[in-house]
């Protein structure tokens, strides 16, 4: 969780935002302060579209948050929930950023490449698979993985 004062915090909080959808999810909340005082926020009619707006105009890919207005000791404060994403590594800025503890991060480049090749084996992984039988198969390879796993695995057949 990230508390912020305002929505004049906005542009931090798209980095948050990004760090969230990086690592664990997380909620972004403002009109708090870090000592967890409710102040609230003053809400108009663009407030939200404002708000997903600055996040979707500046992650890549793009987070979809949720946004909430929730009433909380007489005031109202902004709700933006992020969920980790399957489609990480996510840029704030162009920037990619991770959640550690309380504070966001810059990701390596190694770490940042890490989440890509996971990203791609997924994608790989997903992909559908076309009809086949035991023919399609080559039985020489069959009979080689056989062998093998039975001398990994003495006593399986």
Same mark, same amino acid.
């Given at each position: 969780?990230?508390l ?13 935002? %990004?760090?969230? %959808? ?36 500046? #992650?890549?890919?793009?987070?979809y948050?949720s ?16 969920e ?12 990619a ?14 770490e ?6 996971q ?30 796993r039975?001398? %990994?695995?003495?006593?399986? #057949?």
């Amino acid at each position: 969780m990230e508390l912020k004062r305002s929505p004049a915090e906005l542009e931090t909080g798209v980095r948050t935002v %990004a760090a969230f %959808a990086n690592t664990e999810g997380g909620h972004l909340i403002f009109g708090v302060r870090d000592s967890g005082e409710i102040i609230g926020v003053t809400v108009g009619q663009t407030t939200r579209e404002r708000v997903v707006n600055m996040i979707m105009d500046n #992650t890549d890919p793009v987070i979809y948050p949720s946004v909430e207005y929730v009433e909380a000791q007489g005031n109202t404060i902004i709700v933006v929930t992020v969920e980790e994403s399957d489609n990480k590594p996510h840029l704030a800025f162009g920037r990619a950023y991770r959640r550690v503890g309380a504070v966001d991060a810059r990701m390596t480049r190694d770490e940042y490449e890490r989440l890509l090749l996971q990203r791609r084996q997924v994608e790989f992984d997903r992909q559908p698979v076309e009809e086949a039988t035991y023919a399609d198969l080559d039985e020489g390879k069959v009979q080689d993985f056989l062998r093998r796993r039975q001398g %990994a695995y003495p006593g399986t #057949t």
